[in-house]
């Protein structure tokens, strides 16, 4: 099952590697891409992931995920 949505808080390339990593954390979750560019990001993972999971697994870092 793919997750799309939109991360803010990307500045930089450590930033987008920092939120990938967290996210890819989560149970599941097989790949993350992120576009720093645009802040889409797309999560690959063998069930639904949450914003809300999305969001708890970031947190204490200067990222949030929303809705597409």
Known sequence: ?????????????????LSAKAIGRLAGVSEVAIDRASGQAVVTADRSISLAEINQ??????????AA
Do not use: I, P
């Open 1 to 17: 099952m793919k997750t799309k949505f939109k991360l803010t808080g990307l500045d930089c390339e450590a930033c987008v590697k």
């Open 57 to 66: 697994s970031l947190t204490g870092t200067d990222y949030q995920a929303v």
